[in-house]
């Protein structure tokens, strides 16, 4: 297939790639606290009423890929691997001298060997979990056993202390937590990784776009009622599992998937720098946090902003000369 037929193809998403760019975006933005020291409380709510959605994006798209391409699983997960494995690498060789402990090897492979890469090994595991009962169950009968899973460690999350002394889950939660967070694992992602298989088996339909910008809108302002709720009524032991994301993750992403066509290669730049953007951001806020002593938190987040974009855009075209660039994403 020549390029022109593959820039043209109605099946190219751009879409899918711009919105997975922006999500990057977002979540370098929940991490920088750009408003933290001028307006705490608008800050919060800012960021977390814009970004919760994000990882969830990707957990859909992560999902739907690999069922659409039809991918074999031990290759895929290989690919996670190194991605996860180069970028640790690098974050090691910026923090040296490094200890290495049983405690930061178990980290690496339960629950992300620096915070934000929690990411990894957790799609590792639910993607895993996903693929083996799409091998005896229907994707419908996955996505509400998945939706269980989330609803349990949402319990445990979104509202870990309202559950903390209910009879029975409050005594499950308290040694689960002993032992990881319920956004680890498979609580949190099967659900996304799960729709995502249901919309490469079924795409949605152009007829139903209209029901689905609404269902997008009613389910942001569940969420946005459901997470200021939670914060007034202290009901939340961290912010990871709200409910109604779930519909809102799955609604905008059905509707990236009606828009077709669109240059590819603009969607492979962008799709390139929303990994890289992902894996770098933390790096370069410790650089400007260590190394650049400015108490200006609006300038610190527009440095961050800035840096890491330069950084993506220089690893994603220098990578077209030098292809070992290619493994940052």
């Not at 309202?162 to 889950?169: G, I, K, M």
């Not at 949190?188 to 079924?202: D, E, R, T, V």
């Not at 946090?289 to 690893?315: C, R």
Request: proline share 4%; aromatic share 18%.
């Amino acid at each position: 297939m020549d390029n022109n037929t593959i820039i043209h193809s109605p099946e190219n998403n751009v879409a899918i790639d711009a919105m997975k760019f922006v999500c990057a975006l977002l979540v370098l933005m929940s991490h920088c606290s750009p408003l933290g020291f001028y307006a705490a409380e608008l800050n919060y709510y800012l960021v977390n009423l814009s970004f919760r959605f994000a990882v969830p994006f990707f957990f859909i798209c992560s999902g739907y890929f690999f069922f659409k391409k039809g991918a074999t699983l031990l290759p895929y997960i290989k690919r996670i691997l190194s991605l996860y494995f180069i970028w640790t690498m690098i974050y090691i060789l910026f923090q040296l001298p490094y200890e290495i402990t049983l405690a930061k090897i178990r980290d690496f492979l339960f629950y992300g060997s620096f915070f934000h890469f929690w990411y990894f090994p957790s799609l590792i595991v639910s993607l895993i979990f996903v693929v083996l009962l799409a091998k005896i169950l229907d994707i419908r009968i996955i996505i509400a056993i998945s939706a269980v899973l989330y609803l349990f460690g949402s319990m445990g999350d979104m509202y870990g202390n309202l559950f903390a002394h209910a009879p029975v889950v409050g005594k499950w939660l308290l040694v689960y937590r002993n032992f990881a967070p319920t956004r680890d694992g498979i609580f949190f992602p099967s659900i996304f990784i799960s729709l995502g298989a249901y919309f490469a088996k079924k795409p949605p339909n152009e007829r139903n776009k209209k029901y689905l910008l609404f269902g997008l809108g009613v389910s942001f302002l569940f969420f946005v009622f459901e997470f200021i709720l939670g914060t007034q009524k202290g009901w939340m032991v961290d912010r990871n599992m709200p409910v109604f994301i779930v519909p809102v993750a799955s609604f905008l992403f059905a509707l990236c998937l009606m828009v077709k066509g669109g240059d590819a290669k603009t969607g492979v730049f962008l799709r390139r720098m929303s990994t890289v953007i992902y894996c770098s951001h933390i790096l370069v806020a410790l650089y400007v946090s260590e190394h650049l002593h400015i108490n200006n938190q609006i300038v610190i987040f527009l440095l961050i902003l800035g840096i890491t974009l330069a950084l993506s855009v220089l690893i994603v075209l220098k990578s077209k000369r030098l292809p070992g660039l290619r493994k940052l994403y």
